[in-house]
């Protein structure tokens, strides 16, 4: 089973960006879509994105759309997710997970089912 650590997390002001980056151990990584969740204080989680095994395929939050963008390196066992133009409400902490799924079922199946999640990264953003 893989295993994930999110990094990159900071307090960054409204307007401003961020990558967050997740590594993944274990041989089989490439096999996994990826994908990122967040959770603000008192709110559920929610999926802000995620991308197939091979990078082909991406799916977004409308939140989040043209805003954010994931990205996977399989040669380093990472995925990405690059915030843009971020918002207060953007303000959660952040976690990476794995899944034998789509991108696009990541997205719309609650709870979803995957295989391993990260411990997170907290993003702040200022107003």
């Known amino acids: 089973q893989v295993q994930l650590v999110e990094s990159g997390g900071g307090l960054v002001q409204a307007g401003g960006s961020l990558r967050l980056s997740c590594a993944a151990s274990g041989r089989t990584f490439s096999s996994y879509a990826m994908g990122w969740f967040r959770q603000a204080p008192g709110k559920e989680r929610e999926f802000v994105a995620a991308?197939?095994?091979?990078?082909?395929?991406?799916y977004y939050a409308d939140s989040v759309k043209g805003r954010f963008t994931i990205s996977r390196d399989n040669t380093k066992n990472t995925v990405y997710l690059q915030m843009n133009s971020l918002k207060p409400e953007d303000t959660a902490v952040y976690y990476c997970a794995a899944g034998h799924t789509t991108a696009q079922a990541m997205g719309v199946i609650s709870p979803p089912a995957l295989d391993a999640w990260g411990q997170g990264t907290l993003v702040t953003v200022s107003s």
């Open positions: 991308i197939s095994w091979s990078g082909g395929s991406t």
